[in-house]
Nanobody
Framework: QVQLVESGGGLVQPGGPLRLSCAAS????????MGWYRQAPGKQRDLVAT???????NYVDSVKGRFTISRDNAKNTVYLQMNSLKPEDTAVYYC???????????????WGQGTQVTVSA
């Protein structure tokens, strides 16, 4: 079984930075694309940013220039550096990974448990 464990959420003032981490653990797997999504109260879960195994990135327009997604393949970890945070960035942030199980050669999508980010003065 593969697990994604997130860390780094919390309360931050508007304009401040925060860094999220998500580490994948388990046996016999290979990670393809990874990403971050967020869900604000009463709203659907939306894509924030993605990164391929080769390092190509994609961002939703509202975070371009403020957020940076990166990954450390040796540590099976994806990061989201968030700068210039705004109150509208407040949400539960979830990491997501497209993972191939080496024993079956089949792909599965895994989700982390979510971490709360609150931007408020």
């Amino acid at each position: 079984q593969v697990q994604l464990v997130e860390s780094g959420g919390g309360l931050v003032q508007p304009g401040g930075p925060l860094r999220l981490s998500c580490a994948a653990s388990g046996r016999a797997f290979s990670i393809n694309a990874m990403g971050w999504y967020r869900q604000a109260p009463g709203k659907q879960r939306d894509l924030v940013a993605t990164i391929t195994s080769g390092g190509s990135t994609n961002y939703v327009d509202s975070v371009k220039g403020r957020f940076t997604i990166s990954r450390d393949n040796a540590k099976n970890t994806v990061y989201l550096q968030m700068n210039s945070l705004k109150p509208e960035d407040t949400a539960v942030y979830y990491c997501n990974a497209d993972i191939m199980k080496l024993t079956t050669r089949r792909n599965y999508v895994y989700w982390g448990q979510g971490t709360q980010v609150t931007v408020s003065a």
